[in-house]
């Protein structure tokens, strides 16, 4: 079965700190692995994207991580403010099937950044 | 400003009511998609379209239905089958090789 798991279900930092979010899966067949972030009340937006050869990729303060062999995902924040209070929510793209690219959403991590 | 605009914002039902929602996009994508978002858990996709006057059921499709009359529009209308409705609902488009890009959502509450 599909899945995509994401720890912590939620974490509480203080500004300026850094954090690191998990996202663990059991895609198959896998195509890309996608971050988004989606602030209370508005839609998802994306933060990186990364295929099958890449282990990294960086977008500002936001660094995301692929080891396709363990198939593990971390999503790092770096000097946090408050402004990255949200759910980040790791994807997974189980290729091109049934006529469309197929993700699997996991549930979110919800990041509170406290002054 | 390229985008996709959800309308309305909030929506209510009542029993035995069906709802439309709004979806229309002016990014030129050929595909669209409406998902459902409850609590703790991931999007569930509902219904998707990869071309005007075609459409395919997701994975919770019992109690929607869809229609791609335009490139632009993708309404969704819950139907009064859909006996848990209670959730906030995303409209998402895409064009190949790039992410999905969403809109704002509309939260559907039962009166």
């Known amino acids: 079965k599909n899945q995509v798991e994401q720890s912590p279900q939620s974490l509480i930092i203080l500004e300026g700190k850094n954090c690191t979010l998990q996202?663990?899966?059991?895609?198959?067949?896998?195509?890309?692995l996608r971050w988004y972030k989606q602030d209370t009340g508005r839609g998802p937006v994306s933060l990186t994207i990364?295929?099958?050869?890449?282990n990294t990729k960086s977008n500002g303060r936001y660094t995301a991580t692929l080891d396709a062999d363990t198939k593990q995902s971390s999503l790092h924040i770096t000097a946090s403010q408050l402004s990255d209070s949200a759910s980040y929510i790791c994807?997974?793209?189980?290729?091109?099937?049934?006529?469309?690219?197929?993700?699997?959403f996991g549930a979110g991590t919800r990041l509170a950044v406290h002054p | 400003d390229g985008g996709i605009t959800q309308s309305p914002k909030y929506l209510f039902r009542k029993e035995g009511q069906n709802v439309t929602l709004s979806c229309e996009q002016n990014?030129?994508?050929?595909?669209m998609y409406w998902y459902r978002q409850d609590p703790g858990q991931g999007l569930r996709l509902i219904y998707y379209?990869?071309?005007?006057?075609?459409?395919q059921k997701g994975d919770i499709a019992e109690g929607y239905s869809v229609s791609r009359e335009k490139k632009e529009s993708f309404p969704l209308t819950v139907t009064s089958a859909q006996k848990n409705p209670t959730a906030f609902y995303l409209c998402a488009s895409s064009t190949v090789g790039q992410p999905q890009h969403f809109g704002d959502g509309t939260r559907l509450s039962i009166l």
């Open positions: 990014l030129n994508h050929d595909a």
């Open positions: 996202c663990n899966y059991t895609v198959s067949p896998f195509s890309n």
């Open positions: 994807v997974v793209s189980a290729g091109f099937s049934g006529g469309y690219n197929k993700l699997i």
């Open positions: 379209s990869q071309i005007v006057n075609d459409f």
């Open positions: 990364m295929t099958f050869s890449e």
